[in-house]
């Protein structure tokens, strides 16, 4: 494929939930006795069974031991949150709702349905797929290469603008890196009154760092080829 901009492959549904969870550093556990926030608390096994260490004074921690059936009902919700700063910083959210088995020292939740929630709107995901999928290899480098894409390159941001058609480009007053994954780069575009998406597509899947960094230099490449400061012009034209 060279360095041609036709990959269209997007992280699907069921790998998007799970790449949620393997980044998310907190979630809202709720069940009927209540609802709290547990920060550092949650671990995944393969098969998407999330595994809770709730303080021994939790009082959802003492609701599951105590429940007649012990398996209390549980949702529990993961908040997708962009890394760079930028308007509206929710991505996605996740909600998982099953039921919860004490076991030693934790608590297994085994979700039974599984919805996402993205800009475009909510997926339920198949549960049998949830299971089987694997974390985007890139979801928990991810915050660590968005920030140092937006504060140490910003010049090879303001480049990749040139890959962006010039109608998503009107009226732009500021674009940051929003998200990554083995598939693609996705900018976000601010304008005064609004913002929305654009995402670059990479010439094929980046497996691990080192083929992320050439899918980048591949994509900045090709930004290098194209009609240049496109961005530049946009906003010099927005403030005549």
């Known amino acids: 494929m060279g360095d041609r901009h036709d990959w269209t492959a997007a992280p699907a549904a069921a790998q998007r939930a799970r790449s949620v969870l393997a980044a998310a550093g907190s979630c809202a ?24 260490r ?7 921690l003492t ?38 088995v004490p076991a030693e020292g934790h608590l297994e939740f085994r979700p039974t349905r599984i919805a996402l929630r993205r800009v475009n709107g909510v997926v339920v995901v198949d549960p049998d797929e949830y299971a089987a999928a694997a974390p985007d290899p890139l979801a928990t480098a991810e915050a660590g ?11 090879a941001v303001e ?7 010039p109608d998503g480009l009107h009226g732009a007053v500021r674009v940051r890196p929003l998200a990554v994954d083995r598939h693609g780069l996705t900018l ?33 490449t090709q ?18």
Do not use: K, N, Y
């Open 188 to 220: 976000r575009i601010e304008r005064a009154r609004d913002h929305g998406d654009v995402r670059l597509t990479f010439h094929r899947p980046a497996d691990d760092l080192a083929q992320l960094t050439e899918r980048m230099h591949a994509l900045l």
């Open 145 to 155: 290469l968005l920030t140092h894409l937006a504060d140490a390159h910003p010049d």
């Open 29 to 52: 556990v709720t069940m009927e006795t209540g609802r709290e926030e547990a920060v550092g608390a949650h671990t995944v096994t393969a098969d998407g069974r999330v595994l809770l």
């Open 63 to 100: 609701a599951a031991i105590c429940a007649p059936r012990e398996e209390p009902s549980t949702v529990l919700e993961f908040a997708d949150v962009a890394p760079v700063p930028v308007r509206s910083r929710i991505r996605a959210r996740l909600w998982l709702a099953g039921s919860c």
């Open 159 to 165: 480049r990749l603008t040139r890959l962006v058609e």
């Open 54 to 60: 709730l303080p021994e004074d939790s009082a959802l």
């Open 223 to 240: 930004a290098s080829r194209a009609c240049p400061r496109a961005l530049q012009r946009q906003r010099t034209h927005g403030d005549r």
